[in-house]
Structure formats: structure tokens, C-alpha cells
């Protein structure tokens, strides 16, 4: 048996004995998580494997709906992570989303360099915009690990605010569905969450430019068209 198969077999060896301890704990801990999933919380993380969601938060399977992605990014094109958001808010109506970044995250690395990665780099640019609008007051920070690390706090900042900006969550705001956001930045050198204190609960934590009013198509306003040829005269 080659190496790489012998690997895979450990792993489904793994797995029996996961599956088997768990029974053994709790008899009918399969039954019911066949039959409903109840999480209160929809996590938002790095893909990078030594930030275990579950694990980190000592949930159980069954208590955490998970989305990953290199750096966390919320980004309003992504049909992924927006289509997990609508799931989890609309139809699971978890109370708490948490945004959970980390320290020396390598896409936040690669976001402040100029090294040509392939596919990632367009993945990247959005937080690259976050280094370049927060730039000089990293800048003033005298250490390069100091720039990564706050960037890595304000990446998760910006995603927080960019699930504020979504429709699903104004519109379970508007609804008066109890949900918060909360944004986190974990440490791989201890194991422990920085809450960074940015918890937003309702659209008045906004800015009024990013407000979506509800429409349906006999109240959709009119979007203009006309344009004016006229050219100003000085
Ligand atoms: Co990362």
C-alpha cells in the first residue's frame, strides 16, 4: 500500500473510533443530530487549518454553523458566503454571527505584499484595500509582526461592518429577529479570542448610506436613466 493511501486509511480509522467514543458517551447523540440542527451561532472563519471552529469554542457538532474562507471576507459578490448567511439567519435564525480572524493569518500577510500568488490575489484585494485605507497608522507601528497583527484585527473590523451592510441582516433587524455580530481575532501562539469589542445589533450602528429600505415591485423606486448632454457653461 503506497504512503499517501495509508494516510487516508488512518484517517477512516480515525473516524470509526470518533464515531464510536461518541456513542459511547452519549447514545443517542446521532439519533439527534440526524432528525434537526439547532446552532445559535454562525461562524465566520479563516480557512487555515489550526483555527478549528468547533474546537476553539468547545462546541459540540451540531451547535456551530461554519463558513471559511482564506482571511474571513464577507464580500457582497460572494454568493458562497452569502448564501450561507441567508441560511443560517433565515432559516436556522441563529442569534450571534461571529467574524473570527487570527493573528499572522497568511492571507492578511499576502494582502500587504505585492507578490503575484495567482486566483488568490483577486480573493485578496478587498483586504488589501483595508491595508492600503489604514496604511499610514500601520506604518507607525515599528514592527513588521505589530502591522500584520492589527491588520488582521482591522480586516475583521471591516467584515464585521460588511455584514451590517448585507440585506439579510438588515432585513432580520427590520423584523425584529434578535441578532448580533461580534468580532473576534484568535491566537495560535496560546489558543486564546481577543474580543475586539465591535459588537453591532442594530442598523443604527450603520451608516445611514448603507440603509436598505424594503421594496417590492409596485413600490421599487425608479432608477434614473435620463442623462444630461448639457455641458455646464463656465
Ligand atoms: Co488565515
Not at 458517551?25 to 432528525?35: I, N, Q, W
Not at 433565515?90 to 495567482?118: D, F, N, P, R, S
Amino acid at each position: 500500500m503506497c504512503k499517501e493511501h495509508q494516510q487516508l486509511e488512518q484517517l477512516i480509522a480515525n473516524n470509526q473510533q470518533w464515531s464510536k467514543t461518541c456513542v459511547e458517551k452519549d447514545s443517542e447523540f446521532f439519533h439527534r443530530l440526524a432528525a434537526q440542527q439547532h446552532p445559535d451561532y454562525l461562524w465566520i472563519g479563516c480557512s487555515d487549518s489550526r483555527v478549528p471552529a468547533n474546537d476553539i469554542v468547545g462546541l459540540a457538532p451540531g451547535e456551530l454553523f461554519v463558513h471559511r474562507n482564506i482571511a474571513n471576507a464577507v464580500q457582497a459578490t460572494d454568493f458562497n458566503c452569502l448564501s450561507v448567511l441567508q441560511y443560517a439567519v433565515e432559516v436556522l435564525k441563529v442569534k450571534h454571527i461571529i467574524v473570527c480572524g487570527h493573528y499572522g493569518c497568511g492571507g492578511v500577510q499576502a494582502a500587504m505584499g505585492t507578490e503575484e500568488l495567482g486566483l488568490a490575489d483577486n480573493w485578496l484585494r478587498q483586504i488589501k484595500d483595508i491595508y492600503v485605507k489604514h496604511k499610514a497608522d500601520l506604518d507607525n507601528l515599528r514592527f513588521r509582526d505589530q502591522q500584520i497583527n492589527r491588520l488582521c484585527e482591522l480586516n475583521v473590523i471591516e467584515q464585521v461592518g460588511n455584514l451590517a451592510k448585507t440585506k439579510v441582516v438588515q432585513h432580520a433587524w427590520q423584523r425584529g429577529q434578535e441578532l448580533s455580530i461580534h468580532g473576534w481575532v484568535y491566537s495560535i501562539c496560546d489558543g486564546l479570542v481577543n474580543d475586539l469589542q465591535v459588537t453591532t445589533d442594530n442598523l443604527s450602528q450603520v451608516d445611514s448610506a448603507y440603509h436598505l429600505s424594503p421594496t417590492d415591485g409596485a413600490t421599487r423606486p425608479e432608477i434614473a436613466t435620463a442623462v444630461s448632454c448639457e455641458i455646464p457653461k463656465k
